[in-house]
């Protein structure tokens, strides 16, 4: 049986988006190791600090920044995080100065948000309605 235990996001700047991604996102620093020019990054829940392991990675191919504008040209979500509760994720987020590009919308099963992580990617947030 297969595991994902690590997956990836493209970000601008290493540094900055540890900070993003801990201080103001909530995660955790997991794994932080020099590859050459860059670093190993990852970062985790604090709720599963055993969990999947996010790797912040630098978008250092030039297909990589394409396919990220790309994407937020399109309004369309690099990752998606899940969330106990849509709207109170978006209100905490957006105290911190988070900028959503979408607000918590009802999609049937789901209610969604969509931020942009200043990183250059757009990031979605779920909860499961029960």
């Not at 932080?32 to 599963?48: I, N």
């Not at 709207?87 to 988070?98: I, N, T």
């Not at 919308?105 to 757009?122: M, R, S």
Request: aromatic share 8%.
């Amino acid at each position: 049986m297969l595991t994902i235990n690590v997956t990836s996001v493209y970000v601008d700047d290493q540094a900055k988006a540890l900070a993003f991604y801990t201080d103001v996102l909530g995660f955790v620093k997991k794994t932080d190791v020099p590859a050459g020019g860059a670093r190993w990054l990852t970062v985790v829940s604090p709720a599963h600090p055993d969990g999947v392991e996010l790797l912040l990675e630098p978008t250092g191919h030039p297909a990589a920044q394409v396919y990220k504008e790309a994407l937020v040209a399109d309004g369309i979500p690099f990752t998606s995080f899940a969330v106990e509760d849509a709207q109170a994720e978006y209100e905490r987020l957006s105290a911190a100065g988070v900028k959503f590009v979408q607000e918590p919308t009802d999609l049937g099963p789901v209610v969604t948000a969509v931020f942009d992580d200043t990183c250059g990617n757009l990031i979605q947030i779920a909860a499961e309605k029960g």
